[in-house]
């Protein structure tokens, strides 16, 4: 039903919109400051939760005193709430660029995995340029240093070894290739952590392949953890976490007394080795000179040897002279007799060749002989066959047989003869037989004379060649040997230079060797057990601080927007008031239609509430939209996370809403009230204006006579209308307020730091002792004492402390010194007002003011003081001093020995610096 | 016996701070039903007081009301709304128009919260503004402005029908004009009107006079035979 009063609520609108426009706009700027602002902080959050879930963030990092073997992993593994698990090796590294020298955190990643399987690599690089390494050589380097130093794609970073030669024990590669850039979710802020390297603190980072690390354990453990679906930045993640933390405190303590034993064992196998090593080290160099004395009573005993040797050789060699000579002599007489005999016997041969040569003669004769008879007798035979062929008594036969006869007469004489002769042959040759044979005997004998000679010779001959040759290789024998025994002795010479001048070098090498030995005993000595230290994602120093720096800007939108929303509440109380007292003629006649109270205050209410809900729409979407992404920008500058996405927050947007529209109907609905109380004829006719009053002033006639009427039509006025004083005056003090807050905290942020370090903390350098002991802070002293530029130092205590009272604990560093004069010059310890100094003496601690008031405590109270592995101590506060970075307690050395039974370990010294710039 | 209408002894007063003034000091008329009663006095005697109370825009502070029996005197709040609604219309002195809405918007206003309202367009043209209907206001001359703010009183269809000094602000042309509707209004359908005026030359054409002055009654005089408005010299 097209209705009247809707129109005339609408043109109401309309027709006048800046009032409208006014209050939507006034609206809009106080909720969308409130939710926008409050929406700041979550969508934070949830930008950085989403990246942290993007990439996979590990939940719980993992470090050990001792890094992590394959056992610890799968221990860890399969605890309860891991879900995925990824070991890995760090090392830092210096890398020089343009002259600076940058501290680099070098991580191992896990190339395979990283292309095939992007979305299951837990702290999964975000790569903001370039692509990930490929080959050993190459890396992926930290965005941030893009900004600050002079890095490129395909320039090569080379770890240096000249200050840090134990790196390459890390690893096996020292120069990379930069591929491309990265952020990664483990540094959402610039801080990069510390190191043992350097001046403690990284520059950046940067991710190597897996490949180059040559360590034998794990440095690190990242694990993302079951169940998650907290943000991170709640207190029930951080209660998840710890749950976890326990956890693995659990494994640990398993874990932990079952690797000290393995690595005392093979640490022992190893010092074992060494020490065995050592020790065949000093037998060789004992031996050696061992040797070298043998090789010189070898030496001497060779020369004494040659002495006699040659002594024999000479004696042999005479009595072998003489004997050949005496054997000379000998064959020659043998020879002379030799040669008489064998005259002799030449002499009997050639008469026994005359004999036989004669015998040959007669044996001729005799032979011709034979021969004659033997011819008679074959004749005798012939013709005696002849015979018996013919007959007897025959003239042939006659003639044979007289023929026969007559041979066979012949025959017998010759044989007679023969046999004569024959047998004086005989004789005869039996007498040269025999002299033969005697010849021959002494032939035979002579023979064997002059065998016997010759061999006599032939030996002699031999021996003296024997003798000659004997002689010559003694002599060069002799020679030898002494030409060999001079190269002995050179060469024992030369050992023993050698020796002499390798001995202290070795003797030192055996010396440090040894001392390594004695120093790797002590540490195995003071090797313990090994510590895990679980470090959860809320505790992530990015993590963490942008923890921090959400809820500081959640802090600033508690406080702040609601300032906004108080100038956005009272401007909307006034104008509502002042549209429902400007309608009231209006709101007369509606009365005098008869239209209800209600239908006509709905009037006003639908006007404020549209009004409202408009603003507070329009509020919520450009301040969810502006505010987050601006403050989140401005912080952007110092993380490293993606853009803010523009969300709403419903909660903070509600409570705008309602306060918008609490602020605006209330008014409206009270004024309404308040005019629809009156008649409609009183409605309909002009409100009587207040009626003037006097003010103060006038009864001081001193000041109000010399007012002119202006002023004192000003000074009226001023005081006439209160409620329009009151809001003036709040307005202009609230953003004068406002203003002045707002250079105040610039100029007290500003200020604390010059306040802090240069009248406070009086010192230039502060030197932590690794390891304490008197020698290494005499060391240092001695250092510092002779360097010309500094000008002072003093050595003290710190450690961190638990403080405790009834019901908060909170942590502080607690300093302790021995020279409380001297400190003075170096901490002042002042109150903070009036700068009066604040003193410190044995019966007390002096407290921090910060910390003195966020734990409630003023002087004279007593706080418990936890100090790691020390027992519980109670102290009384007896000053507070002004303090603006951190929490200090002071404490003098006297004290602490009466609270603890003994002196504090000087592990610290403060420095001044001559001021030469 | 009470009238239709019947004011006893009715007194309204104003406290402003010390001041305290006496609008009606003891009123007391009846009225019939039907009649056209014309309440004259000079300014300050108290009409508009009387009419306020009358029509349920004012209250008073001693005295009893009636209006068809109804003590009206006697209201809450809630009662009052009622009583305005559906029982009055009322013609303001200075028109009291809403001013963005038209001539017929604002009888509209009037009428779509009444029981028995008349179509405000034939209201509209029987007030002679049949080509006004769509304008503002601010662009109404008075003549017609009052015109509408009687169309919308009519377009209630009241029992009672207030007007106060309706022709005040008009000519003597219009005056007539709007006499004369009013008039006939009463005459044809019987609705009790009351109409407050200074200007005496009106009253014969009442069927009753109140005169008043000082807040108090001075004269009610009846008048049997009214004269017609025609007849009427300004």
Redesign the interface.
């Known amino acids: 039903m097209k209705n009247s009063f809707h129109k005339t609520i609408l043109r109401h609108i309309i027709n006048n919109p800046r009032r409208y426009l006014a209050i939507m706009f006034i609206v809009a700027l106080g909720v969308s400051f409130f939710s926008g602002v409050r929406a700041a902080s979550p969508n934070m959050r949830d930008a950085a939760d989403k990246y942290l879930d993007d990439y996979n963030a590990s939940d719980i990092q993992i470090i050990s005193t001792l890094g992590f073997d394959d056992e610890d992993i799968q221990a860890l593994r399969q605890a309860k709430n891991t879900d995925a698990i990824m070991p890995a090796y760090s090392v830092d590294g210096f890398v020089i660029n343009d002259g600076r020298t940058l501290l680099i955190n070098f991580q191992s990643i896990d190339t395979e995995k990283i292309s095939s399987q992007p979305k299951s690599v837990l702290n999964m690089p975000v790569l903001v340029e370039g692509r990930f390494p490929s080959e050993k050589n190459e890396c992926v380097l930290d965005y941030l240093l893009v900004d600050f130093y002079n890095f490129k794609i395909g320039d090569t970073i080379q770890i240096q070894t000249s200050s840090d030669p134990d790196i390459v024990k890390s690893l096996n590669q020292l120069e990379y290739k930069i591929v491309g850039f990265v952020n990664s979710v483990q540094y959402i802020s610039f801080q990069r952590g510390s190191s043992t390297k350097g001046d403690g603190s990284l520059t950046g980072f940067a991710f190597i392949p897996e490949g180059n690390f040559t360590l034998e354990v794990y440095t690190g453990v990242f694990i993302k953890a079951k169940n998650i679906t907290e943000s991170r930045f709640s207190e029930e993640y951080k209660n998840k976490i710890n749950q976890f933390k326990e956890e693995i405190k659990q494994i640990g303590n398993i874990r932990n007394p079952q690797r000290y034993q393995q690595i005392k064992e093979d640490a022992e196998k190893e010092l074992e080795k060494g020490r065995k090593e050592l020790k065949d080290a000093e037998n060789k160099l004992s031996s050696g000179e061992k040797e070298i004395l043998e090789g010189e009573k070898k030496l001497n005993d060779g020369q004494k040897e040659l002495e006699a040797n040659r002594k024999k050789y000479q004696d042999e060699i005479t009595k072998a002279k003489k004997e050949l000579d005496a054997a000379k002599v000998k064959l020659e007489d043998s020879r002379k007799a030799l040669d008489g005999n064998q005259k002799q016997l030449n002499a009997a041969k050639d008469e026994l060749n005359r004999a036989k040569s004669e015998m040959e003669g007669k044996k001729a004769q005799l032979e011709q002989g034979e021969q004659a008879v033997s011819e008679l007798y074959s004749q005798i035979s012939a013709l005696t066959l002849q015979l018996e062929h013919l007959s007897p008594g025959s003239s042939e036969a006659i003639e044979i047989e007289s023929q026969i006869s007559q041979l066979k007469n012949l025959y017998n004489q010759m044989s007679r003869e023969l046999e004569e002769s024959r047998k004086l042959f005989e004789q005869g040759m039996a007498q040269i037989e025999e002299n033969e044979k005697k010849l021959s005997q002494n032939e035979i004998q002579l023979k064997k004379g002059w065998d016997e000679y010759n061999k006599g010779k032939a030996e002699y001959e031999k021996n003296l060649a024997l003798y000659e040759k004997s002689k010559a290789e003694g002599a060069t024998k002799l020679e030898e040997a002494e030409r060999e025994l001079n190269k002995s002795r050179r060469e024992l010479e030369k050992a023993k230079k050698e020796l002499n001048e390798k001995k202290p070098d070795a003797l030192k090498e055996m010396e440090n060797a040894r001392k390594k030995l004695e120093e790797g005993e002590r540490e195995l000595e003071k090797l313990k057990e090994p510590e895990w230290y679980a470090i959860g994602l809320n505790e992530n120093t990015g993590v963490y601080s942008y923890n921090q720096d959400t809820d500081r800007v959640a802090a600033i939108g508690l406080v702040f927007p609601l300032i906004f929303f108080l100038v956005a509440a009272l401007v909307c109380l006034t104008n509502m008031t002042r549209i429902v007292e400007d309608d009231r003629t209006n709101i007369g006649i509606l009365k005098a239609l008869g239209y209800s109270g209600f239908k006509i205050a709905s009037k006003y209410l639908v006007y404020s509430c549209s009004a409202a809900g408009f603003g507070i729409a329009l509020g919520v979407l450009t301040g969810s939209a502006i505010f987050p992404r601006v403050i989140a920008d401005a912080y952007g500058i110092i993380y490293a996370l993606p853009p803010v996405a523009g969300e709403i927050d419903v909660n903070s947007s509600c409570i705008a809403g309602i306060g918008a529209i609490i602020c605006t109907v209330v008014p409206t609905l009270l004024v309404c009230y308040k005019e629809l109380a009156a008649v409609p004829a009183t409605l309909m006719r002009p409100r009587a204006p207040k009626s003037g009053r006097r003010i103060m002033l006038e009864r001081l006639p001193v000041i109000w006579n010399r007012l002119n009427f202006s002023q004192k039509v000003t000074c009226r006025n001023l005081f006439r209308y209160k409620k329009r004083l009151l809001m003036t005056v709040l307005g202009i003090a609230g953003c004068t307020g406002l203003v002045y807050t707002g250079f105040g905290l610039k100029d007290s942020i500003r200020l604390m730091v010059p306040v802090q370090y240069e009248q406070i903390q009086k010192y230039d350098m502060t030197v932590f002792l690794r390891e304490t002991g008197e020698e290494n802070l005499s060391d240092l002293e001695s250092v510092l004492s002779n360097n010309q530029n500094v000008k002072d130092f003093i050595h003290f205590h710190q450690t961190e402390v638990d403080a405790t009272t009834d019901n908060s604990t909170l942590s502080a560093y607690l300093i302790v010194t021995d020279n409380t004069e001297k400190f003075y010059k170096f901490i002042t310890l002042r109150k903070r007002r009036t700068h009066t100094p604040v003193r410190l003496s044995n019966s007390g601690v002096v407290i921090t003011e910060k910390f003195g008031r966020m734990l409630g405590i003023k002087i004279g109270d007593t706080i418990t003081l936890k100090v790691r592995e020390k027992p519980e101590v109670k102290v009384k506060v007896e000053g507070i001093t002004e303090n603006y970075v951190m929490h200090y307690i002071y404490m003098t050395d006297e004290l602490y020995q009466s609270l603890y039974g003994e002196s504090p370990e000087i592990n610290a010294v403060y420095s001044q610096i001559r001021d030469n710039s | 016996m009470a009238g239709y209408v019947s004011f006893q002894n009715v007194v309204k007063e104003y406290k ?2 010390d001041v305290t003034v006496r609008a009606a000091d003891g009123i007391t008329f009846d009225a019939e039903k039907g009649e056209f009663v014309v309440v004259v006095g000079p300014s300050g005697a108290g009409k ?1 007081t009387v009419l ?1 109370m009358l ?5 008073c502070d001693g005295g009893k009301i009636f209006v068809d029996g109804v003590e009206v005197s006697a209201f809450n ?2 009662q009052l ?6 029982d ?1 219309g ?1 013609v ?1 002195q200075f028109y ?6 038209t001539a017929l ?2 009888v ?3 009428a ?3 029981k028995n309202p008349l179509d405000a367009r034939q209201v509209l043209k029987d007030v002679g503004l049949e080509n006004r209907m769509g304008n503002f206001p601010a662009q109404l001359s008075g003549g017609e402005q009052q015109r509408v703010s009687i169309a ?1 009183a009519l377009a ?1 269809n009241p029992k009672l029908l207030l007007c106060d000094e309706p022709t005040g602000a008009l000519d003597d042309a219009t005056g007539r004009q709007v006499l004369e509707l009013l008039h006939k209004t009463c005459k044809n359908t019987g609705m009790t009107v009351f109409v407050i005026t200074h200007n005496q030359a009106i009253t014969p054409v009442a069927d009753r006079i109140i005169k008043l002055r000082n807040g108090r009654v001075r004269e009610i005089i009846r008048n049997e035979n009214p004269l017609p408005v025609e007849r009427i010299e300004w």
């Not at chain 2, 709304?81 to 559906?86: E, L, N, V």
């Not at chain 2, 009291?96 to 809405?101: C, D, S």
Request: glycine share 8%.
């Open positions: 402003m701070g508009t306020n029509g349920g825009m004012d209250t709040k809630k709304t009622t009583y305005r609604r559906h009055i009322f303001f009291n128009l809403v001013q963005n809405l918007e604002n509209e206003l009037a779509q919260i009444c919308r209630k």
